[in-house]
Structure formats: structure tokens, C-alpha cells
């Protein structure tokens, strides 16, 4: 066990005392194990605390919003409308579900029920299962051999009984996939992501240059993605390619569920035979009577997400603060920034915050295993935004393209040398430390992890 201990202090580096007396806390040599998904109440889902009365019924509307299932004309009782003409789901809540709405994929797959909803004639892409995780596929190039990127909606209204006369063939996902086009993209959580949106950029950047030595040592960089024309540092999706809040909503209002809005005001499929809706078919109801009924759907999803309360974690036993302070000292917290702070917000509850994202929200290169070769902004296509980690204990499916359930995977993921396809991941080193831990005190950090 000692000598354990002195491997890792030595493969440490300079800066870094590991405490010998916190390591012999959990003497076992079992083989560490993900304890899997974490029991016991959600803690997620719940609007931040210190709403006003007005920001409170507006984000109780908004939950509404994301809740409700959309139908081709709004024809079917309870439907909003403006579904398709391509689709991947018909409402927010059924890919941000779990382990409460907002949240990430679900248990049990909502895609395989919509392919054939209301007489939908789709069938299912071979990489979409009852018990994996939701997906969105992405191809990266054209026919022509130039970029794509874009997301390719799994399936269409074509058969459905509200979209008489549409004829709309799905992607040929079969040949994308034997030619190695595609690639998939999992849900990431919308908790707390009002207080991401108030991290003024100037505190992502003053983390960025901190404890720059001992970041180089490990060969960990790290860049922040940034918006095109107004340069702020953009901060939402995997690769950390969308601006906003709001931006997100317009464009996975459109993208996932073709339900054209204000900020994507016109259809990505025009075929015809399958428009039913004028544009944008989300729009303001310049004439309710209600405060709450006025703003589009686009802007009550915005408000929901803004004030959705960062998911609550398990409260601490000796195991989960040894497992964190050794995912300090082992490097990950390099790029899993415990903590970054909102700035002045116009809403106070948002205003001045400790958010424990576990994220610096910057984008790494992690190498040649993870790469999905798609261009986003200023991401290559081996960067990723760090993933924040809150929330994990609760999360059923990890990685961009939820590859694995199991987190030991998924922190072996991490590591890939470089090779003629790229260079190497900036986390091969973390891992490497990762390695060295004795079972123990990796079943300890398995613990911290499942305790976020
Ligand atoms: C078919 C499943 C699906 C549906 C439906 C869906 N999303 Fe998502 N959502 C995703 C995926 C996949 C991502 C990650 C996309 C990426 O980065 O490539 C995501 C990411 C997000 C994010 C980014 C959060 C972050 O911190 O990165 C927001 C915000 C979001 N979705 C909002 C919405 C809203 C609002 C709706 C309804 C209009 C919606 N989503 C509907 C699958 C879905
Ligand atoms: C160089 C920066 C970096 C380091 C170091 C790093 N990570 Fe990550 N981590 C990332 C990025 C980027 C992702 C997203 C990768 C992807 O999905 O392709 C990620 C994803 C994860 C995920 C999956 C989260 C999800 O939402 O699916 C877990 C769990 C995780 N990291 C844990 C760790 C642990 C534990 C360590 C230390 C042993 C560590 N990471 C070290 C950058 C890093």
C-alpha cells in the first residue's frame, strides 16, 4: 500500500503533497467499481431558490413548455403544433429527463415510440435501442466530399395521420454508418445552466491562466470557443458551440423537433407535400391576456432553464472527501474546475453565485479516441468542452456519444496517445495518474463522482 503511494508521489509533480494519512483510509484491494446510478431522491429538477413571484410562475410555465409534446398541425388534444418535417423527438422533456426534467437522457429510449406515432411510417436507425441512450446523429461530410457537420433528423412526419400527403424519405443512416459518416451526440443536461450563462468570461479566462506550471507539466492547454461576430466566449454543447440559453432552445427547437421559431425562423426541409404551418410556427401571442401566455415557447424554455437549480449532491461520508481531494491532486480538476463564480446579474438569484460545475467550460484536445471529426466554431474535431461533472451520480449514459454507462470507461476514454490520425489527448497524463491509484482510493473517487 505504502509503496503504492510513493508510485503516485513520484509520477506527482511538484506542488502537489499527497496526504499518506487520507490514503490509508479505505485499505482494500477490490477491484474498483462504478457504483452505478445513485439512489435516493433526484435533488434536480427544482428552481433555483430566491426567485421572485413573477420569475417563479414564469419558470413554472416554462417547465410546461418543455413538457409539452408537439404534433404536425396541433390538432391532437393537449399537442402544441409545428412538428417536422424532420424530427429526432416531439418535446424537450423527452431527451432532458433523467434523473428529473432538464436533465439527460432517460432509461428508456423515447425515440423508439415517436418512429411510429400517429401511424409514422419511420423506421429505427440501427443505432438507436429501447435501452440506450437518446441520440442525434451527425454526418461529417457531404457526398461531394465537402463538410457537413449538421444534424440529420432521424425521422420524418411521412404517414402520420396529421400530415396527409407528406412523403418523406429518412436519411440513409445504413451507408452512413458503413462508410463511417455519422457520428452521435447524447443530451447534456440543462441544470444550473442559468448560472453558466452569468460566468462573465473574464472568470473563465482568469482560470485558464491559473496554475499554468503545473498544467504544462501534465500537458494540459485548453482554449475557450468563441462567438463569431460579437467574440464573447460561447459555452453550451459538447463542444461548447452555442452562445446562449436561448440561442440553444431556438436551435433545438428546430433541429430536434422542426418546430420553427423566432430565431430559426424557416424549415431545414422544405419538401413538399409536408408543410402544414406557416413560419415561425413558435411565435409571441401579441394578444393574450396573461403575462405568462405572451412569450413564445422559445422564451419560456430560456426562463425554465435559466432559474433550474444545479442538481443537489450527497452529503459527504470519508470515502467522497478522500475521493475528492484525490481528483484534485491526481490533475482532473485541471480541467474539471470545481467551482467558478457568476458575476452582476439583473436577477438576483443569479447574481454572485458559487457555481460547482466541475467544468473550466474551456475545450481540450482529447485526442484520436474521442474525436468525432465535426468543426464547431473553433473546435477542432478532437476538442471537447470539458463536461461538467454536477450531476453525475444521476447520469445513466457518459461520453458526446454516450458510449458507456460505466465511468472507469469513460475516464479510460480519456487517454489516447497520438497517433498518424492526431495528436494525443491532453488528459493521457491525469489518466496515466489515474492508473496508479490503488483500488481503493480509485473505488473512492468512483464514490466522490457518484456523490455530484
Ligand atoms: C432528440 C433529443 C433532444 C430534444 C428533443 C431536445 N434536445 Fe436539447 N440536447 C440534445 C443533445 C443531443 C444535446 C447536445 C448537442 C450537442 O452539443 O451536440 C442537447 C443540448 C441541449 C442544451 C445545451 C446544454 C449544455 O449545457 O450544453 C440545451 C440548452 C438544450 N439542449 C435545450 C433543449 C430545448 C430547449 C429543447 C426543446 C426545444 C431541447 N433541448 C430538445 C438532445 C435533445
Ligand atoms: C484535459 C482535460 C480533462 C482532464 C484532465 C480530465 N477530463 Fe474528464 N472530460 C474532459 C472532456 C473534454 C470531457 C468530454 C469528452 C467527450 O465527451 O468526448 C470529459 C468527460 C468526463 C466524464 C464524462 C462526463 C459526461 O458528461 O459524460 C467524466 C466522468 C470525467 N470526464 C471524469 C474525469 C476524471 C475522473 C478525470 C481525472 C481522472 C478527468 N475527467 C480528467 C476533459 C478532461
Not at 69 to 83: A, E, K, N, R, Y
Not at 381 to 389: C, I, K, N
Request: with cysteine; charged share 15%.
Amino acid at each position: 500500500m505504502l509503496t503504492k503511494n510513493l508510485v503516485v508521489l513520484s509520477i506527482g509533480f511538484i506542488g502537489f503533497v499527497f496526504s499518506l494519512s487520507a490514503q490509508i483510509l479505505t485499505p482494500t484491494s477490490k477491484a474498483a467499481k462504478d457504483p452505478g446510478v445513485r439512489g435516493g431522491p433526484a435533488g434536480a429538477g427544482l428552481p433555483i431558490p430566491g426567485l421572485t413571484p413573477g420569475q417563479q410562475a414564469f419558470f413554472n410555465a416554462g417547465m410546461d413548455a418543455f413538457l409539452e409534446i408537439d404534433s404536425v398541425q396541433g390538432t391532437i388534444p393537449g399537442t402544441g403544433s409545428g412538428l417536422g418535417p424532420t424530427f429526432n423527438l416531439d418535446s424537450c422533456g423527452g431527451c432532458h429527463a433523467q434523473p428529473a426534467t432538464g436533465g439527460s437522457a432517460p432509461a428508456t429510449n423515447p425515440q423508439i415510440a415517436v418512429a411510429g406515432k400517429q401511424g409514422a411510417s419511420n423506421s429505427i436507425p440501427s443505432f438507436i435501442s429501447a435501452n440506450g441512450p437518446v441520440r442525434e446523429a451527425r454526418f461529417k461530410f457531404n457526398s461531394d466530399g465537402s463538410r457537413d457537420g449538421g444534424v440529420h433528423g432521424l425521422f420524418t412526419i411521412g404517414g402520420r395521420s396529421d400530415a396527409p400527403g407528406c412523403s418523406l424519405a429518412q436519411p440513409d443512416f445504413a451507408s452512413a454508418l458503413t462508410s463511417g459518416n455519422v457520428i452521435f451526440r447524447i443530451p447534456t443536461p440543462t441544470f444550473g445552466t442559468g448560472l453558466i450563462e452569468a460566468i462573465p468570461d473574464s472568470g473563465v479566462l482568469a482560470n485558464k491562466s491559473a496554475n499554468q506550471g503545473a498544467k504544462q507539466m501534465l500537458g494540459i492547454s485548453g482554449r475557450e470557443n468563441r462567438n463569431g461576430n460579437d467574440g464573447t466566449i460561447t459555452r453550451f454543447g459538447w463542444k461548447a458551440q452555442n452562445k446562449s440559453l436561448q440561442l440553444f432552445a431556438g436551435e433545438a427547437y428546430n433541429v430536434e423537433q422542426g418546430v420553427t421559431n423566432e430565431i430559426f425562423p424557416n424549415e431545414r426541409s422544405e419538401a413538399p407535400g409536408c408543410r402544414f404551418n406557416g413560419d415561425p410556427e413558435d411565435a409571441t401571442h401579441f394578444d393574450s391576456v396573461t403575462p405568462t401566455g405572451t412569450p413564445s415557447d422559445l422564451v419560456l424554455f430560456t426562463v425554465f432553464m435559466r432559474f433550474l437549480a444545479p442538481p443537489a449532491p450527497a452529503p459527504d461520508t470519508s470515502s467522497i472527501v478522500n475521493g475528492r481531494n484525490l481528483f484534485s491532486q491526481i490533475g482532473c480538476g485541471f480541467c474539471h474546475t470545481p467551482s467558478l463564480q457568476t458575476g452582476d446579474s439583473s436577477a438576483a438569484a443569479l447574481s454572485h453565485v458559487t457555481v460547482n460545475l466541475y467544468s473550466d467550460l474551456l475545450l481540450h484536445d482529447m485526442g484520436p479516441g474521442l474525436a468525432d471529426n465535426i468543426l464547431q466554431g473553433g473546435a477542432s474535431g478532437s476538442e471537447f468542452r470539458t463536461a461538467p461533472l454536477w450531476g453525475l451520480g444521476q447520469r445513466i449514459f457518459f461520453l458526446h456519444d454516450g458510449r458507456t454507462k460505466d465511468l472507469i470507461e469513460a475516464i479510460g476514454a480519456h487517454a489516447s496517445p497520438s497517433t498518424t490520425a492526431g495528436t494525443g489527448s491532453e488528459a493521457t497524463r491525469v489518466i496515466g495518474n489515474f492508473n496508479q491509484l490503488s483500488e481503493g482510493q480509485k473505488q473512492d473517487l468512483l464514490n466522490f463522482l457518484r456523490s455530484l
